[in-house]
């Protein structure tokens, strides 16, 4: 009865914040201005994804009423991240500023996997705890950017990220008990109210940085746990999409010799909605079914217990395919070349 309540007092409270925080981000000149750069047209409010941790921090109260311990290093990270964040939506924040908080909090939360997945026997081998450390640190860092990355659409960070709580709900439910059932839960009610403000035509709110990256590392935390629960590494695929759009752009815009930490507009969505009006909701549905469609097939496979190997080799074929398809598209939208207009910006 009480976690029905809570979520119930969940919701109330994130869209009384939202009632409260609109006006005040206008009257504090809170928005995303419209430039050469942006896909929308009109100033928007932004940092609207402060109720991510919200929504997070009722999350932690439900521990009060259970039988599990606080996760403290997940909870100190995650606060770390959106604190700053937040702070970073107000006024830019050096690069360098955000990727240490971000390496603190990430560290924080390997820590936290550390004690949820008894790893003390691989602190017997110092060398193989340090690698899978520095493996982790590289692999969650850079996929919390990944996701920062994607908010670059109305409705597409959504997408995503409703399409991968799908997946981990099938997993969870179906495959293998990885995570707390109400972490999925109090992850998805924001993603659903922030869904009803930005995934529209002309979009209410954006969630900033605070919101993708405090969403970021909440699902990368739960990628993670999969991971070490089952060891099997094809799940990492369950965010095909974010890997072919944010990874493989950042990838072109490197061999084009580019500052990837430079604001653009070259991922393909953004060629699709701004150079050839495509309706961004629209394609925000594509990338978001692009990656159910890998994710049911992971979840199939898994559930009738394939060949650990048989399922790495399916996927990464797939997503190869995929992603050489992806650049003869990109290519075709770019005007026939994919390096030589960027090397002359």
């Known amino acids: 009865m009480y976690e029905a309540l809570l979520v119930i007092a969940t919701i109330a409270v994130i869209l009384l914040s939202l009632k409260l925080y609109f006006p005040f981000a206008e009257k504090r000149g809170m928005l995303a201005g419209v430039n050469h750069r ?13 109720i991510f941790y919200i929504s997070y921090v009722f999350y932690i109260i439900s521990f009060v009423f259970s039988t599990w311990d606080v996760p403290w290093p997940l909870f100190i990270g995650i606060s770390i991240l959106a604190v700053v964040s937040f702070i970073d939506d107000l006024k830019d924040l050096w690069f360098f500023i955000r990727l240490v908080v971000q390496i603190l909090a990430v560290s924080l939360m390997l820590y936290q996997i550390y004690i949820e997945f008894s790893m003390e026997p691989f602190a017997m081998n110092a060398s193989l705890l340090i690698i899978l450390a520095i ?23 959504a997408g995503i990220t409703i399409s991968a709580l799908a997946i981990f709900a099938l997993i969870d439910f179906f495959v293998v008990d990885f995570v707390d ?10 993603t659903l109210i922030f869904a009803f403000f930005n995934a529209r035509r002309q979009a209410i709110c954006f969630a900033g940085d ?12 739960m990628l993670i746990s999969l991971l070490m629960q089952t060891g099997n590494v094809v799940y990492i695929f369950i965010f095909a999409s974010i890997y072919l759009e944010a990874g ?18 070259i991922h393909m969505f953004q060629l699709l909605c701004n150079e050839h009006k495509h309706h961004h909701v629209k394609i ?20 009738f217990e394939v060949n650990d190997l048989v399922q790495n080799l399916t996927v990464i074929g797939l ?3 995929e992603t050489v398809l992806y650049f003869i598209y990109k290519r075709k939208l770019m005007g026939g070349h994919l390096l030589e207009s960027l090397k002359n910006k």
């Open 210 to 221: 605070v919101g993708a990256i405090v969403l970021g590392f909440v699902m990368v935390y």
């Open 319 to 321: 997503f190869s395919v």
């Open 135 to 157: 493996v982790g640190l590289i692999f969650s860092v850079g996929f919390v950017n990944l996701y920062n990355f994607m908010d670059g659409l109305n409705g597409m960070m």
């Open 38 to 50: 942006s896909s929308h047209t009109k100033p928007v409010i932004t940092g609207a994804g402060f």
């Open 284 to 303: 925000s549905v594509y990338y978001a079914l692009n990656q159910l469609v890998f994710g049911a097939i992971i979840v199939t496979m898994n559930y």
């Open 181 to 190: 059932d109400m972490l999925i839960i109090y992850t998805a009610i924001p």
């Open 248 to 265: 493989m752009t950042v990838i072109q815009r490197l061999l084009a010799g580019q500052n990837i930490f430079k604001p653009h507009r």
